[in-house]
């Protein structure tokens, strides 16, 4: 069965995504892997375990020139972490609280979720419940898929 393994963003400040991902987010730095020879651009990669499974790993090219996503939402890039009850989001709002980081809330109907940044711009989400695993495919997926495409390759009336 495929598994998610691992996500990988690029980041501006080491030290900065450091104290976030470790101090308030909470996740473990479980390997870090340098090197001078990524597209010419010196290298550090910290990989960051998430319980349950799965890695989110973080690379600093130094000297390389930061992406820019300024046309897009700023949350449409964003990646979500699941807990059990809408309960625990109390806490992850202290948390960041506590940390000074901003967020926002969106209530999905069957989901509640927070958002947040992180140093380089990047959306977090903490939702409650956590998605079901899909293990099937949807024919309604299939279908809303097929209906966009199909709008996008129509000629315009």
Same mark, same amino acid.
């Given at each position: $069965? /495929?598994? %998610? ?9 080491? *030290?900065?995504? %450091? &104290? ?6 909470? %996740?473990? /730095? ?14 550090? $990669? $910290? ?10 790993? %973080? ?12 046309? !897009? ?6 990646? &979500? $972490? ?8 109390? *806490? ?60 996008? !390759?129509?000629?315009?009336?």
């Amino acid at each position: $069965m /495929l598994k %998610l393994d691992h996500v990988v963003f690029p980041v501006r400040d080491a *030290g900065a995504s %450091l &104290a976030f991902y470790r101090d308030v987010v909470g %996740l473990p /730095l479980v390997e870090a892997h340098e090197g001078d020879d990524w597209g010419d651009y010196p290298w550090l $990669m $910290m990989i960051f375990a998430v319980p349950g499974g799965g890695e989110i790993v %973080l690379v600093e090219l130094r000297g390389a020139p930061a992406p820019s996503y300024r046309d !897009l939402p700023h949350d449409v890039r964003h990646y &979500a $972490m699941g807990v059990d009850a809408v309960a625990e989001l109390a *806490g992850w709002r202290a948390r960041l609280r506590a940390a000074e980081v901003g967020f926002w809330e969106e209530d999905h109907g069957a989901q509640q979720s927070i958002y947040f940044e992180d140093p380089d711009g990047v959306v977090l989400e903490v939702t409650a419940p956590p998605s079901r695993p899909q293990a099937a495919a949807s024919e309604r997926a299939v279908t809303v898929v097929e209906r966009w495409l199909g709008s996008r !390759l129509a000629p315009d009336p």
